[in-house]
């Protein structure tokens, strides 16, 4: 049973009330006479003094509180106080040194040594000073070990409190502050409101009896936390912040319909009976099922780790760990967490489908997407407000912005949306025209899709090509994406990279080459000519990407076209750093049982041909070829 154990109470009118007076025993004096001279020398107890002009000459230590509700009232010698002190009208407090608990002041205050505060510090437009340095609003923890600590909290509700003790009761309706109960028996039978945050942890080493006692709560804006114990709120309407129940507690909230934040951790139980809305997130790692039956929206991510949802309507984000079905969802405004398909047969919308694992999903009554990845056999199309389309490893684009990675993230972020000019100032590094990228990259590098939406995005390029400049190094260099940078050095080239980035040639060679040409009438005939190969190093440092550190500097070999006499850059391995005919030979791989049936190679810029003596069909490992066999093979370069 709950009681409270109020300490003894002495109120002063006159001289006669001061024979009852014991200042050896923890008591409450209340001061209401005026003009009156005390000759107390310790105070024991508290002292609160509400009669205007008293005078205390002779006190120097008050062992509880100290609150001066009067004016004109004189402490010349006090100099400790053990418990708080709140000064709501002026007074002299000249030799004070020392107040442990809180220290409150709504009036302006000058002392001139030193006070050494133990506890929270509150303003109210007043201007403290302490030896000439002003003093600021500071919020401590009380702890609370008695109840008559209990009695002297701010009745209105206001501070941090730790409950050690046990067998105490807290009158306050309203409290905004930091609660965290360690003790026991601790009861709250008036209070409907916390703005702040609750936590219940339990000191004992197994599962306790909830034995708190909260019959009136209906509200907390802020954080609700029950460590280890059973616990339980029956009146409790909303929770606009977290709750959170862990370290093997149970916590039931019969009349619970709103929250904010829900967390159900290892090993923890609860019960929400009416639950009916989570403004943030719903997540579970208990291993025995929670039943909601009530619940219908959860704005953020719903985990259906041990969450069973079956009225469910709304989610931010849905995360399964195992497969579920829900009858009634209709909306799901992020992504679906699951690698694999899924069949939603009441979902009418979804924020991102661009999880290639989800791809032929079942969602008959689906009627708008905000980001999709494109699937020709879904059928989807038409009801997406954003459609990506994959067209290279590391390249997707949409009508009017593209997204660099090797992977479409489940969830897309305008952080790393680029708009659409921006692309076609980098394809401008490589191409002349649009008829060029075209004929070039777009015929032979881009997957085609017959989509009117894909025309419509190869339109957009051509409509901008014109009125964009290629990007500048220096624009792209210092970007703040590694994935952009790396997808601009592919189309900067080697060479105006390596002049950029003041390359050095450590190895150069020339060789003999017999080509085999044909005059108009389209005879054959042999034409010798020397080839000459340049090898040429960077340090890695200098580019900026994280994914070339492990070797120190990065290797490319240069060669000359024998038509054009234009100069060609390739990439090779550390490897073949030491042989420029080595790797020039490298850049040309093939499978190892087709080798001995070449009979002649053929190289127009990145484009080998290889013509076979016979038909061979490729097996086993591929491999580059040697600078010995490259060269006695290749016939014919452009």
């Given amino acids: 049973?709950?009681?409270?154990?109020?300490?003894?109470?002495?109120?002063?009118?006159?001289?006669?009330?001061?024979?009852?007076?014991?200042?050896?025993?923890?008591?409450?004096?209340?001061?209401?006479?005026?003009?009156?001279?005390?000759?107390?020398?310790?105070?024991?107890?508290?002292?609160?003094?509400?009669?205007?002009?008293?005078?205390?000459?002779?006190?120097?230590?008050?062992?509880?509180?100290?609150?001066?509700?009067?004016?004109?009232?004189?402490?010349?010698?006090?100099?400790?106080?053990?418990?708080?002190?709140?000064?709501?009208?002026?007074?002299?407090?000249?030799?004070?040194?020392?107040?442990?608990?809180?220290?409150?002041?709504?009036?302006?205050?000058?002392?001139?040594?030193?006070?050494?505060?133990?506890?929270?510090?509150?303003?109210?437009?007043?201007?403290?000073?302490?030896?000439?340095?002003?003093?600021?609003?500071?919020?401590?923890?009380?702890?609370?070990?008695?109840?008559?600590?209990?009695?002297?909290?701010?009745?209105?509700?206001?501070?941090?409190?730790?409950?050690?003790?046990?067998?105490?009761?807290?009158?306050?309706?309203?409290?905004?502050?930091?609660?965290?109960?360690?003790?026991?028996?601790?009861?709250?039978?008036?209070?409907?409101?916390?703005?702040?945050?609750?936590?219940?942890?339990?000191?004992?080493?197994?599962?306790?009896?909830?034995?708190?006692?909260?019959?009136?709560?209906?509200?907390?804006?802020?954080?609700?936390?029950?460590?280890?114990?059973?616990?339980?709120?029956p009146e409790l309407q909303e929770v606009v912040g977290n709750v959170e129940v862990k370290n093997g507690a149970y916590a039931d909230f019969p009349v619970l319909e709103k929250s904010g934040n829900v967390w159900i951790r290892y090993n923890s139980r609860a019960k929400f009976s009416m639950l009916r809305e989570v403004s943030g997130n719903l997540i579970s790692d208990s291993w025995e099922e929670c039943h909601m039956e009530e619940l219908k929206t959860v704005k953020g991510s719903f985990s259906t780790n041990s969450i069973i949802a079956k009225n469910i309507e709304e989610v931010g984000n849905l995360i399964m760990h195992k497969y579920r079905e829900f009858d009634h969802l209709k909306k799901i405004n992020g992504v679906i967490t699951w690698d694999d398909r899924f069949n939603f047969k009441s979902l009418e919308y979804i924020g991102c489908l661009t999880t290639e694992k989800q791809k032929g999903s079942k969602l008959p009554s689906l009627q708008k997407i905000g980001h999709y990845l494109y699937d020709e056999n879904?059928?989807?199309?038409?009801?997406?407000?954003?459609?990506?389309?994959?067209?290279?490893?590391?390249?997707?684009?949409?009508?009017?912005?593209?997204?660099?990675?090797?992977?479409?993230?489940?969830?897309?972020?305008?952080?790393?949306?680029?708009?659409?000019?921006?692309?076609?100032?980098?394809?401008?590094?490589?191409?002349?025209?649009?008829?060029?990228?075209?004929?070039?990259?777009?015929?032979?590098?881009?997957?085609?899709?017959?989509?009117?939406?894909?025309?419509?995005?190869?339109?957009?390029?051509?409509?901008?090509?014109?009125?964009?400049?290629?990007?500048?190094?220096?624009?792209?260099?210092?970007?703040?994406?590694?994935?952009?940078?790396?997808?601009?050095?592919?189309?900067?080239?080697?060479?105006?990279?390596?002049?950029?980035?003041n390359a050095k040639k450590i190895n150069q060679k020339e060789i003999l080459v017999n080509y085999c040409t044909y005059d108009k009438n389209g005879n054959k005939k042999s034409l010798r000519r020397t080839n000459h190969y340049e090898i040429y190093e960077v340090e890695n440092e200098n580019f900026r990407l994280s994914l070339w550190g492990r070797e120190k500097y990065s290797y490319a070999v240069k060669c000359w076209c024998p038509s054009t006499l234009e100069e060609h850059w390739l990439w090779i391995e550390p490897e073949y750093k030491d042989d420029a005919l080595a790797a020039i030979a490298s850049t040309f791989r093939i499978h190892e049982n087709i080798i001995p049936h070449i009979q002649c190679l053929k190289r127009q810029g990145d484009l080998l041909i290889c013509e076979l003596k016979t038909e061979v069909i490729p097996k086993g490992n591929v491999r580059p070829l040697t600078a010995e066999e490259y060269f006695s093979l290749l016939e014919a370069e452009s």
Wanted: proline fraction near 3%.
């Fill in 378 to 501: 879904d059928g989807f199309e038409d009801f997406a407000e954003q459609i990506y389309f994959k067209v290279k490893d590391n390249l997707y684009i949409t009508k009017d912005t593209f997204y660099i990675s090797p992977k479409l993230p489940n969830g897309i972020s305008g952080n790393f949306l680029n708009p659409l000019q921006k692309l076609v100032s980098i394809l401008k590094l490589r191409h002349k025209s649009f008829q060029n990228f075209m004929t070039r990259e777009y015929e032979r590098e881009w997957i085609h899709y017959s989509s009117p939406n894909f025309s419509k995005v190869l339109h957009n390029i051509e409509k901008i090509w014109t009125s964009v400049e290629p990007i500048t190094f220096e624009e792209f260099f210092t970007h703040y994406d590694r994935g952009f940078r790396l997808f601009c050095f592919s189309y900067f080239g080697v060479g105006a990279l390596m002049e950029k980035l």
């Fill in 1 to 233: 049973m709950h009681t409270i154990n109020p300490i003894k109470r002495y109120k002063i009118f006159s001289h006669e009330d001061l024979r009852e007076v014991s200042t050896d025993e923890y008591a409450s004096i209340e001061i209401y006479a005026k003009n009156m001279t005390f000759t107390f020398t310790e105070i024991e107890g508290n002292l609160l003094v509400r009669g205007e002009g008293c005078s205390f000459p002779d006190l120097k230590n008050i062992n509880g509180n100290l609150s001066v509700d009067a004016g004109n009232c004189s402490f010349p010698n006090l100099k400790n106080v053990g418990g708080n002190v709140a000064i709501h009208a002026s007074a002299v407090l000249g030799r004070l040194e020392k107040v442990k608990g809180d220290f409150k002041c709504i009036v302006n205050v000058r002392f001139k040594n030193s006070i050494k505060i133990g506890g929270s510090i509150e303003l109210k437009n007043a201007e403290v000073y302490i030896a000439d340095k002003k003093l600021k609003d500071l919020k401590r923890i009380i702890e609370v070990h008695h109840q008559y600590q209990v009695d002297f909290l701010p009745k209105d509700g206001i501070f941090n409190v730790d409950v050690k003790g046990d067998d105490m009761t807290f009158l306050h309706q309203q409290i905004r502050g930091k609660i965290t109960i360690y003790g026991q028996n601790i009861s709250f039978p008036n209070l409907e409101y916390i703005q702040g945050q609750l936590k219940i942890k339990s000191q004992k080493k197994n599962e306790v009896e909830f034995d708190h006692d909260f019959p009136v709560l209906k509200k907390i804006i802020g954080v609700l936390t029950v460590d280890k114990p059973i616990a339980y709120f």
